[in-house]
């Protein structure tokens, strides 16, 4: 019952977020420490972009529901949405583009600035997920 709650819900997408941060972290980190490793290519995380199709899903399948009668177990329903706590951060090697000679594709300005973001976005959300924590002390100790 209460896991099912808004709260909870955001408390689950702050900790996704998290977990999605640290891989986003380590894949920036490889990439800024091979930028001089011939053909060696980058490797992108991609994750917001699911979460929000996912999001999206549970708003239309609530919105535009229609009944699907199954009377066999080979029947596919009209729609089921994707569910978001399904979704895992996927790695990309970008093995199209190349920035040098050598075939290395690595933009350090590139990966600086994106691991600039993904700690700003880190602390955002360590910081959303504390006041959440706050909220819960304090209706946990109303009488």
Same mark, same amino acid.
């Given at each position: ?24 972290r ?7 420490? /091979?930028? &001089?490793?011939p053909?060696?290519? +980058? ?8 979460? =929000?199709r996912a999001?999206e *899903?549970?708003k ?31 790695? /990309?090697? &970008?093995?199209?583009?190349?920035? +040098?000679?050598?075939g ?5 300005? =590139?990966?600086?600035?994106? *691991?600039?973001?993904?700690q ?15 909220l ?8």
């Open positions: 019952m209460f896991t099912e709650t808004h709260l909870m819900k955001t408390q689950d997408l702050l900790e996704r977020g998290l977990n999605n941060a640290m891989v986003r380590k894949a920036i980190s490889d990439n800024i420490a /091979n930028a &001089d490793v053909n060696f290519k +980058r490797t992108e995380v991609v994750f917001e972009s699911m979460i =929000k999001l *899903s549970e239309i399948e609530k919105e535009k529901e229609v009944p699907t009668r199954i009377s066999d177990s080979r029947h596919i329903e009209f729609f089921k949405p994707l569910d978001y706590r399904e979704v895992k951060p996927k790695t /990309n090697v &970008d093995f199209l583009s190349t920035m +040098r000679p050598d290395n594709n690595v933009d350090i300005e =590139k990966e600086v600035v994106d *691991s600039n973001q993904n700003m976005t880190y602390n955002l959300m360590v910081e959303r997920l504390n006041q959440n924590n706050r819960l002390n304090i209706v946990l100790r109303m009488p």
